[in-house]
């Protein structure tokens, strides 16, 4: 058998990029996948694993993570409103947290929310339409933490969860600022 053994392989448009979707064998015992741009120059993400039903399942939630542009789902109703509400709480998080200096313990604070029997797949695009990180906090599996990407690493982001925290409260989301110390 030649190296590398190619074990599963899919290109497709991802956030309108064209992107290479890779699991291959590179020696016995030995797996990669891999997503890359479609000219193999950038690479997004890199796994190693040691069996093949591990890369297979890497390659799934790959997959799954990173989709292809033509079966992202339509957002309606209540994950439209969260998206829209997700989106107008960043833009206020980040309008504030410009008017602060960024001193003080840098940290990881993000509004979160509550959101018990939604959706996680829907909750995940939601975010990701309106510029957010999201995972589940895993102390409880329907609280919901939405990174807003803050320039900052201190003062700033606190300032930035609190106002987006605040606002989607207003909005009538059981909402709290998630901290934790970097």
Known sequence: MTYPNRIQQERYTHQGRPVLLSAVELSPGQFEIALLSADCETEYVILHSES?????????????????DNEIPALSGKYAALRDSLRAARAAGLAAAARVPDGGTCNLDSPAISLPRWRSALVEEAARQAGCGCYRWSTSGSVYVFPLHTPGQANKRETAAETATAYLQSQGYDALTYSQID
């Open 52 to 68: 093949e039903a591990t890369v297979l399942s890497d390659f799934a939630h790959l997959r799954r993570t990173h989709r292809p």
